[in-house]
C-alpha cells in the first residue's frame, strides 16, 4: 500500500514548489503538475476556497498554488486531479463534509517518512470519493452533449466532399451518414463531438482504416476498401472511442461491452467474421425486434407490445403518457430500462437480487408503475440505456 501512494502521487515539481525540494529534500511526494491550458479551457476563472480554510484559489489561474497550499498547510493530496472534471464541485463538496467531520475521520493518513509527519490522500480508494468523481465526470458529460446539441454555429468542411458545413454537429454527423455512408453509432449516444471528427480525420489523412486500422498506400485505395468490406466505422474494439460514448458514462468502471454481457436481451454477438452477410442478416431481423418496458417478452409491433405491457403488468402506455410530450416518453423510457438493468424497481427503486426477483416484486406490489415526473424527467435519462432499443424507435407510433 505505502508503494502504490509513493508511486500515485510522487510529483513532477513546479516551480512555486521547487524551493520546498530544496529546503526538505525527504519529502517523499507533493502536489501534481499537468497541463494548465488544457484545464483552464475546462474549469474557466473560478474562485474557489480551500477545503480546510478561507484561503481562495482561482483554479484557472493558480491550480499549482493551490495543490502546494493543501499539500503544504494541510498535508492533503488529490489523486489524478487532472482527470475532475468539475474541481471547483469536487473541492466544495469536501469542504462541506470536512465541516461535520474532521478530516481525520474520513481520510486515512498514512506516514511516509522519517519525520512521521502524517498525510491525507483524497483518491479513488475512498468508495465515497469514486462515486463523487464518477457523478462529475457525467454531469459534465451530459453538459457538453447538450451544449452540442444546440450549438448552431458549428462550421466544418466534409471529410470526404467539399461541403463547408454550418450548423449542430449532430447534424454534421447525419451528413456524414446519409451522403457518405460513415457510421459511428446513435448521435444521441455520441459526445465530444468534435474531438471525435479531429481522429476519423487524421486516421483517413494517414491513409489508415477506421474499422481494420491497416494503412493503405493511397487515398483512393483507402475509400474503395473500406466501401467494399463496409469498413466506414470506427472499430468497437478500440477502447480509445469509449470516450465518445455516453453509455460509457453510466456506471463507474463499466464500459459498454460490460452492460451488454450484462443483459443478454440487447447483448450482440461478435463472431470472428465480423462483415460477413450472415451476421448483418442477423442483425437487421434484430432491429425490429422491441422488448417489453418490464419482462423479456418481445415483438415486432408495438402496438402489439403495448397491448402486452396493458395486460400483464397493468401498464397502459398510451393512457399514462397522453400529457407528455415526446422527450418526456423518451426519458420514461430510458429510466425505466436503466432501472430494470439495476434490478431496481422503477417506481420504489427497491433493489432485487435478479431480473426474476425484481419481475415478481413489480407483479405482487403492482408497481409496474411511472413515478414522479421529477424522478425521471432529467437530463441525464436523454440518452438511451441501450444503444439499439427499438422501443424509441417507435414510441411515436404507438396507437
Not at 101 to 122: A, C, H, K, M
Not at 200 to 212: A, N, S, T
Amino acid at each position: 500500500m505505502l508503494f502504490k501512494l509513493h508511486n500515485l502521487v510522487r510529483p513532477r515539481r513546479n516551480k512555486m514548489a521547487a524551493k520546498d525540494v530544496t529546503e526538505n529534500s525527504d519529502k517523499m511526494f507533493g502536489p501534481l503538475t499537468f497541463d494548465e491550458t488544457k484545464y483552464n479551457q475546462l474549469v474557466g476563472n473560478t474562485e474557489t476556497k480551500c477545503l480546510l480554510c478561507e484561503d481562495i484559489f482561482n483554479l484557472g489561474l493558480s491550480l499549482p498554488l493551490f495543490l502546494s497550499h493543501i499539500f503544504d498547510v494541510h498535508n492533503v493530496v488529490i489523486e489524478g486531479v487532472q482527470n475532475i472534471e468539475n474541481l471547483h464541485e469536487y473541492i466544495l463538496y469536501w469542504r462541506n463534509k470536512f465541516k461535520c467531520s474532521p478530516l481525520e475521520q474520513i481520510i486515512p493518513s498514512v506516514n511516509v517518512d522519517s519525520t512521521g509527519q502524517r498525510y491525507f490522500l483524497l483518491s479513488t480508494l475512498l468508495k465515497e470519493d469514486k462515486e463523487l468523481r464518477h457523478k462529475l465526470k457525467l454531469d459534465y458529460a451530459l453538459k457538453v452533449q447538450e451544449f452540442e446539441r444546440n450549438d448552431k454555429s458549428y462550421i466544418r468542411q466534409c471529410l470526404f466532399c467539399r461541403l463547408m458545413f454550418e450548423g449542430t454537429r449532430p447534424d454534421y454527423l447525419e451528413h456524414l451518414s446519409a451522403q457518405h455512408n460513415l457510421q459511428l453509432g446513435n448521435p444521441q449516444n455520441l459526445v465530444y463531438i468534435e474531438e471525435l471528427v479531429d481522429i476519423i480525420d487524421k486516421k483517413i489523412g494517414d491513409l489508415q482504416c477506421l474499422y481494420c486500422e491497416k494503412t493503405f498506400p493511397d487515398r483512393n485505395i483507402l475509400k474503395e476498401h473500406m466501401r467494399k468490406k463496409l469498413h466506414k466505422r470506427i472499430n468497437p474494439q478500440n477502447t480509445a472511442y469509449d470516450k465518445y460514448y455516453i453509455v460509457n458514462y453510466l456506471e463507474a468502471d463499466k464500459t459498454w461491452q460490460a452492460i451488454q454481457q450484462e443483459d443478454d436481451r440487447y447483448a450482440i454477438s461478435r463472431g470472428a467474421e465480423a462483415n460477413s452477410d450472415e451476421e448483418y442478416s442477423d442483425w437487421n431481423e434484430e432491429q425490429d425486434q422491441i422488448t417489453c418496458l418490464f419482462c423479456q417478452t418481445r415483438d415486432t409491433n408495438i402496438n402489439m407490445l403495448c397491448l402486452h405491457m396493458e395486460g400483464d403488468h397493468e401498464f397502459d402506455f398510451v393512457q399514462l403518457t397522453q400529457d407528455m410530450d415526446f422527450y418526456q416518453k423518451i426519458k420514461l423510457v430510458n429510466y425505466i430500462r436503466r432501472q430494470t438493468h439495476r434490478n431496481k424497481c422503477a417506481f420504489c427503486d427497491l433493489t432485487c437480487d435478479n431480473l426474476d426477483h425484481l419481475e415478481n416484486h413489480l407483479a405482487k406490489a403492482k408497481h409496474c408503475r411511472i413515478p414522479e415526473r421529477k424522478v425521471f424527467d432529467q437530463p441525464e435519462f436523454y440518452f438511451p440505456t441501450y444503444e439499439n432499443d427499438a422501443f424509441l424507435y417507435y414510441i411515436d407510433d404507438v396507437d
